[in-house]
Each structure stands twice: as C-alpha cells, then as structure tokens.
C-alpha cells in the first residue's frame, strides 16, 4: 500500500479529547510535547484505527517505516508553538491547532519522505505517544545535506469545521 494523498485527525484522538479523561482534559490548549516523526510510503494510514495503532511506533508507525537523519532523529522534531494556548484558537465555526513550522537540526538528508504523524510525546494514558493526526506531502520529499522542515499549513496542525 502506499501514504495516500490525504491528511486527517485520528477519529479516537478526537473522541478521548472529548471524553475528556484525566490525562486527556485540555490536550489542545495544554504544555504537552507534540512531535512530528517523518514516514515513507510503506505506510499506509487509517484515521480510523484504535488509539494503540495510532501510536509512536505501533501499527504502520513502527521503526522500520520511519524516515530519519542524525539531524533528525528517530521519534521526530518537537513541534514548537502548541502549548499554554500558542496551537489553539476558536473563532467562528473553526477550532484549529497549530504550531509553528518544524525544521531538523542542523544539515539533514532525507529521501522518501511521504508524510508525518503528529504524535503527543508526554501523554501517556490512555496510549503512551499516542497519535493525533498525519499529514501527507503528496509525494517523494527529499534533502541532501540541507534543512528539512514541515512548513505546516495555513489552517494549522488540525483544524475541525463546526
């Protein structure tokens, strides 16, 4: 299977920030660690999948999936800008969480980069990692001894239309 062209949240990280349990109350206005791990095309995301198959490195986001440098490393690049009310905004019939672009540390090569998942690293129950959503590039992404960095979109990391 492949990446496929779409980008989406995942339906049971939508449902537990709605729950809301301990552990997930105030997820988009909050000072967790969200991370960004780049993928290849070998994997083949479902928005649909449980909450332990959305996870950092479970499901289709095993290791063995992952696209990395020294530069940026296994478990992805933090994602700065989301916590303590930076991500979250609710203005009319949109709430939207973002954060600001994400770039690897210093000279990163890269090839076969398909996609993201953005995954919420401190968070530990109900899944340790689990994932929030994913994000595809529409193709093959590449750096050679460059920066590689997710210029996230103009509507944020997520955003729900209501």
């Known amino acids: 299977m492949a990446f496929g062209a779409s980008s989406a949240i995942f339906r049971q990280w939508l449902a537990d920030s709605l729950a809301p ?18 993928f290849n095309n070998t994997t083949t995301p479902d928005k649909t999948v449980a909450a332990a198959a959305s996870a950092y490195n479970t499901g289709v986001w095993v290791l063995a999936n992952e696209v990395t440098d020294a530069n940026w490393p296994a478990g992805g690049q933090s994602v700065a800008g989301t916590g303590s009310g930076g991500g979250y905004s609710s203005t009319s019939n949109l709430i939207t969480f973002d954060g600001t672009d994400t770039a690897g540390a210093g000279n990163v090569t890269v090839a076969n980069v398909y996609g993201d998942l953005l995954y919420d690293f401190t968070l530990s129950t109900p899944v340790a990692k689990q994932g929030a959503a994913y994000h595809s590039y529409g193709g093959a992404q590449q750096v050679t001894a460059g920066t590689f960095t997710i210029i996230w979109n103009v509507n944020g990391l997520m955003q729900i239309t209501v």
């Open 21 to 38: 349990t301990a552990s997930f109350a105030g997820k988009w206005n909050s000072t967790d660690v969200f991370k960004a791990a780049l």
